[in-house]
């Protein structure tokens, strides 16, 4: 069989001529001479080197082998059929399939609400999540893994496209009966009591990790390890259990400070804050799919969004 003249327009004609009994009736069906669909049925059977009917006066019986190839026929033109249904009059697909790359604290307290949003209002969406550091993101991205990325620390990859998403608090916790925790209410935690305190951070690469001693050696100068953890999640459990003092986006200890787990000291420090960005590659052809999820997260059109996400920004500008 030469595989490569197997068409979908023999397959459709096969399958018209099976479900109506002749070449003129199926002929009929798809609005074509009758003198083509028999041309196109002896060239089918040519190329899979069998006939599919036989011949009694001038009907048409699906023969053992047409009887074979009906099913994957149908199976054929019903799975082009929903490819066509994607796609909008314009060319524009409207089932969207992303794959988003996303570091930790973006990925498990923001993101959720965020896609359960887009999918209310574009439920044919398909959305795959990569979890990571702020670097993994980033090397994603650039290999072109994930069409968008979100990340908590800087990127000046020349590759990349770096949007200003959202401004994230960081804030400085320790548990109930950490010695620091003593008078809340009433004091301010000096710096020097900061300096000798024991920090729980990051792992290197984290965006967290890369924020949180960005925002504070400039005032404590140096940071006294403690302990070194994989995730967020990890860092507040841990501090919960009174092992040390932590300096964590909001979104990740809300829920521990409500139920008074953890609690937020008054520092001497100046409100501490970052960007959270969106990046793609700048060489990343942007879909309608991908214009319009951007678009959402940055609260634009998606007209505004396209131009947003081109001239300077398509060269890799870190816009921050």
């Known amino acids: 069989m030469n595989a490569t003249r197997l068409t979908l327009r023999q397959l459709q004609i096969f399958v018209a001529i099976a479900n109506s009994g002749g070449t003129t009736a199926g002929a009929d069906a798809l609005a074509l001479s009758q003198s083509a669909t028999s041309a196109a049925l002896i060239e089918l059977e040519s190329v899979l080197g069998t006939r599919l009917f036989d011949r009694v006066g001038k009907r048409l019986i699906l023969n053992d082998s047409g009887r074979a190839l009906l099913p994957n026929a149908r199976s054929v033109l019903q799975s082009t059929s929903a490819i066509a249904a994607e796609f909008g009059a314009n060319g524009e697909i409207t089932a969207y399939n992303l794959r988003i790359s996303a570091s930790t604290t ?26 990571g550091n702020t670097s993994d993101v980033v090397a994603a991205v650039e290999a072109f893994d994930a069409d968008v990325g979100f990340i908590e620390g800087p990127c000046s990859r020349t590759s990349v496209t770096v949007i200003p998403w959202m401004l994230d608090e960081l804030v400085v916790v320790c548990a109930p009966g950490h010695a620091l925790a003593k008078g809340t209410r009433r004091r301010t935690v000096s710096l020097e009591a900061l300096r000798e305190a024991r920090w729980l951070f990051r792992e290197p690469g984290s965006g967290t990790r890369e924020a949180v001693e960005h925002a504070l050696l400039p005032y404590l100068h140096h940071l006294r390890l403690q302990m070194q953890l994989g995730s967020a999640e990890a860092i507040r459990q841990a501090v919960a259990e009174g092992l040390g003092v932590t300096c964590l986006s909001r979104h990740i200890v809300e829920d521990m400070l409500r139920q008074k787990r953890l609690v937020l000291l008054k520092t001497a420090l100046p409100k501490l804050q970052r960007h959270f960005s969106l990046i793609y590659q700048r060489d990343k052809y942007l879909t309608r799919g991908l214009q319009l999820f951007n678009a959402y997260c940055l609260g634009t059109s998606p007209r505004r969004a396209q131009r947003s996400t081109t001239g300077d920004d398509r060269r890799g500008k870190d816009t921050r």
């Open 106 to 131: 973006i990925a498990n307290y923001i993101l959720p609400a965020v896609i359960a949003k887009f999918y209310a209002l574009h439920p044919a969406a398909q959305i795959e999540v990569d979890v």
